[in-house]
Every structure is written in C-alpha cells, then in structure tokens.
C-alpha cells in the first residue's frame, strides 16, 4: 500500500515536470489545429492573419507569456477568441520560436 502511494506520487510529480516544459513538437499539433487557418503553413502567414516568425509580438514573447496576453487582447480577439490553456500557448509559442530559429 505504502508503495503504491509512493510510486504515485512519482509519476504525479513527473506528470507536473512535463506539464510545464513547453515542446515544440505538442504545440505544432495545437499551431494547427488552432492557428494555422489564418497564420498559415508554419506561421509565414498569407492568409487572414500576419507572418508570426518576422513579428515583434513573437520577438518580444519568452515562454508563450507575450502570447497569451496578445491573444487576449483587443485586437487578436477582433480576429477571433481562442480558448486555451496556458500551457497549449507556451507549446505554440515554443513552436513558432523554433520556426524563427530554423528560418
Ligand atoms: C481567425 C483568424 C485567426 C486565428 C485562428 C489566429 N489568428 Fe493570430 N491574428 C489574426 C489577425 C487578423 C491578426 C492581425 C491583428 C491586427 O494586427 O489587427 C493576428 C495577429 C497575431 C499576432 C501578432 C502578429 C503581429 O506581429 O502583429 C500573433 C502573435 C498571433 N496572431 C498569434 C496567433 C496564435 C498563436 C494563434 C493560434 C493560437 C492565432 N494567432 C490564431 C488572425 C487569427
């Protein structure tokens, strides 16, 4: 019983760890499922929304932070209102940012 308890404990605490580690990889999955219809291909833009890899806003973000209050802002919700989780933002984010790396 005892173990058991401890063992759970484990797995919750690493539950936690790869919760707040934000990955390029999950937040892809969510940029296109969210994003993408507007911010295009790989956030080069072209559609209804801007490029995101040349934009101040992703320059200025560090951890998806600059991102969540953008997207909550005026003017981001004049285009649309999004419902994520803080941490599906810091996976965009982390994502977008390995694209600035990368171009
Ligand atoms: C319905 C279309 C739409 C969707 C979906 C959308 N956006 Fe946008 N986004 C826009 C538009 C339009 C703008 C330009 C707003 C303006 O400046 O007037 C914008 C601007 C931005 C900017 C600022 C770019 C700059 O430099 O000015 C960021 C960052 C951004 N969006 C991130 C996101 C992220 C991250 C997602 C997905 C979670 C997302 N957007 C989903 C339409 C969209």
Request: hydrophobic content about 40%; proline content about 2%.
């Amino acid at each position: 019983m005892k173990r058991s308890v401890a063992v759970w404990c484990v797995s919750a605490a690493a539950g936690a760890i790869l919760a707040v580690i934000a990955t390029p990889k999950r937040g892809e999955a969510a940029y296109k499922a969210t994003c993408l219809n507007c911010h295009g291909d790989h956030g080069k833009g072209g559609m209804a929304g801007p490029d995101l890899i040349r934009s101040t806003i992703t320059m200025h973000d560090e951890d998806g932070v600059g991102y969540g209050q953008y997207l909550k802002g005026d003017v981001h919700l004049k285009a649309v209102k999004l419902d994520l989780q803080m941490s599906q933002v810091a996976d965009i984010a982390a994502y977008v940012h390995s694209r600035v790396v990368e171009t």
